[in-house]
């Protein structure tokens, strides 16, 4: 690099700001400490350090066999001598337009269909890596860059965020204290909640709760009425898995569509979405409800196959092991509210820990995909 700089400039933005953010994070290029629009139509990308600015420009050069129009992309700050100038010139890349992959990056598919959990260290901009506060008085002068408020710098340290909305979910199912061989019990689900969560202003803004009729094992453990406090008589008037799928769905569709929101692999103008599923570890979809419907030969709707462990993103974002969800909760200042193990209320409680992550600066994605060979959930539509 021509100076050693940890910001890099983007010009004649090809995307908006939230596109160039998800592809960024799809590609699994390193991932800037704060993404600032600068100007018209330009970009600034701001580093922990010029290292890791260089090898961020590398790979954003490697990018042009991806995309339909070329980037321009350089490094942001002043040259040590016009010898060098011309190496931080804009690098313009053309477009191959074959749709094969760049080098040293996954097939573009895979990106789109399997996205690993997303975090890096810092990405939540603060006093000392917020762009537009680290400028000297010299540099905002000669940039011309206006003073933003406090209120402006907030919503954009958020502009990297792909989701504007969760779905937190979380399975209670029938358990025995000292469990028989899994041949003769099954687990199977007694409390289906979901909570629709909006990451901006932290509400719940719809809830979906059904309790289960088990047919497999119909009497309750007395293990499992102490631990999630659900009694026979509340499970003996639920109703089945199927009817509950089919009522979630209902529910599901009338949610999104007042919100235009869209889940993972939905549409094809959006492989991401706006919206996502999210659980306490894998166990909820990967487990529970995926072996239930292979046993009792039910059909699954295909977007309960994506989904967010937010346990996943906990652990690498804060560098901390929790030892159970109220751990994690008290180690970032929350306390649990309701009661533990009730369904409905762990659901609330993931809600308000991916709230609270979301503030701290901690970026999601999809860390999970059953199906990563298809590009679109097929034969699904809300």
């Known amino acids: ?22 592809l960024i994070c799809e590609c699994k290029l390193i991932l800037p400490r704060s993404l600032n629009t600068y100007g018209r139509k330009r970009v600034l990308l701001e580093y922990s350090d010029p290292e890791e600015a260089e090898k961020a420009l590398e790979q954003l050069q490697g990018l042009s066999e991806t995309l339909d129009k070329p980037l321009c992309i350089s490094v942001f700050g002043p040259s040590p001598s016009s010898g060098a100038a011309s190496a ?14 760049a080098s040293g990056f996954p097939d573009i598919d895979k990106q789109l269909g399997l996205i690993d959990t997303i975090y890096v260290e810092g990405a939540r901009p603060g006093p000392d890596n917020d762009p537009e506060e680290s400028f000297n008085e010299i540099e ?88 999630t406090g659900i009694q026979q008589k509340t499970v003996d008037s639920g109703v089945p898995l199927q009817t509950a ?27 991401m979405g706006n919206c996502a599923f999210v659980t306490w570890t894998d166990w909820d979809f990967g487990i529970c409800l995926s072996k239930e419907c292979t046993r009792k030969r039910m059909r699954k709707a295909a977007y309960f196959n994506q989904w967010i462990d937010v ?72």
């Open 88 to 101: 931080s010139k804009s690098t313009q890349t053309k477009a191959a337009g074959n749709g094969s992959p």
């Open 140 to 227: 905002a002068t000669a940039a011309n860059v206006p003073i933003k408020s406090k209120k402006s710098r907030k919503s954009k340290r958020l502009a990297m965020q792909p989701y504007s909305y969760v779905i937190a979910v979380d399975f209670e199912a029938t358990c025995w204290e000292k469990q028989a061989p899994p041949q003769w019990r099954e687990a199977e689900i007694i409390e289906f909640p979901a909570v629709l969560v909006n990451l901006k202003t932290g509400k719940i803004e719809a809830e979906f709760h059904k309790y289960i009729l088990p047919i497999e094992s119909p009497r309750l453990s007395t293990y499992c009425t102490e631990l």
């Open 245 to 271: 799928l089919m009522m979630f769905h209902e529910w599901l569709r009338k949610e999104l569509r007042a919100r235009n929101l869209t889940l993972p692999k939905m549409n094809k103008s959006n492989i």
């Open 311 to 382: 346990r996943a993103v906990y652990r690498s974002w804060y560098q901390y092991r929790p030892c159970n969800f109220t751990d994690a909760l008290e180690h970032v200042g929350l306390a649990f509210e309701g009661r533990a193990h009730s369904g409905i209320d762990d659901a609330k409680n993931l809600g308000a820990l991916m709230c609270k992550m979301v503030r701290d600066g901690a970026l999601f994605s999809i860390t999970k995909d059953l199906t990563p060979y298809q590009q679109l959930n097929p034969n699904c539509v809300l």
């Open 1 to 22: 690099m021509s100076a050693l700089s940890c910001k890099l400039l983007l010009k004649r933005m090809p995307c908006t700001l939230e596109e160039l953010a998800q």
